[in-house]
T-cell receptor, first 115, second 113 residues
Framework: DAGITQSPRHKVTETGTPVTLRCHQTENHRYMYWYRQDPGHGLRLIHYSYGVKDTDKGEVSDGYSVSRSKTEDFLLTLESATSSQTSVYFC??????????????FGPGTRLTVL | EDQVTQSPEALRLQEGESSSLNCSYTVSGLRGLFWYRQDPGKGPEFLFTLYSAGEEKEKERLKATLTKKESFLHITAPKPEDSATYLCAVHNAGGTSYGKLTFGQGTILTVHP
């Protein structure tokens, strides 16, 4: 198994509160990704990082921000959580990004409920 | 816009009853097609990557094939432990999004003993 951990694994919060999810990897991979998974929508990319302090938006980035100060950690922040952000969040890592042969490996997920 | 459609949405099989899952895709430039397995409450687990039409890969009871428009995941003599959701994703060769995968919604496979 790829060395990816996510914390917390479960969280319940209230609308309007800030929330930070953490992804930690031990593989020293350059690329890291945050996805959300919802019934009827599949996995959708929120943000990704292609190096320390280098991040960019995915297809569903509104309401989310990210930071990467170290190779091993990628943080996802919901500045003011809304009920529409109730979802399961997955972190993924890859070594080669756009390169052929690259594979993304996923973490165990964080289930977030916003009341 | 890249699109991935998986069918059927759900498939129930008896143990030993072989079948196939389909993944149809539309992408401007295919860099790779990925199959993942996802168990309830867990993250997707990588199975295969296919790069060009005609390519095939096998792992135990699973065999993935690729054409220019679709991929099949063939399951031979499935066992109850093969029950899971199977996800297909495509990697677009163009654009500036690093490693951007477009996922299908998955096929839920249930294998009854």
């Amino acid at each position: 198994d790829a060395g990816i951990t996510q914390s917390p694994r479960h969280k319940v919060t209230e609308t309007g509160t800030p929330v930070t999810l953490r992804c930690h990897q031990t593989e020293n991979h350059r690329y890291m990704y945050w996805y959300r998974q919802d019934p009827g929508h599949g996995l959708r990319l929120i943000h990704y990082s292609y190096g320390v302090k280098d991040t960019d938006k995915g297809e569903v980035s509104d309401g989310y921000s990210v930071s990467r100060s170290k190779t091993e950690d990628f943080l996802l922040t919901l500045e003011s959580a809304t009920s529409s952000q109730t979802s399961v969040y997955f972190c993924a890592i890859s070594s080669n990004g756009q390169g052929a042969g690259d594979t993304q490996y996923f973490g165990p997920g964080t289930r977030l409920t916003v009341l | 816009e890249d699109q991935v459609t998986q069918s059927p949405e759900a498939l129930r099989l008896q143990e030993g009853e072989s079948s196939s899952l389909n993944c149809s895709y539309t992408v401007s430039g295919l860099r790779g097609l990925f199959w993942y397995r996802q168990d309830p409450g867990k993250g997707p687990e990588f199975l295969f990557t296919l790069y060009s039409a005609g390519e095939e890969k096998e792992k135990e009871r699973l065999k993935a094939t690729l054409t220019k428009k679709e991929s099949f995941l063939h399951i031979t003599a499935p066992k109850p432990e093969d029950s899971a959701t199977y996800l297909c994703a495509v990697h677009n060769a163009g654009g500036t999004s690093y490693g951007k995968l477009t996922f299908g919604q998955g096929t839920i496979l249930t294998v009854h003993p």
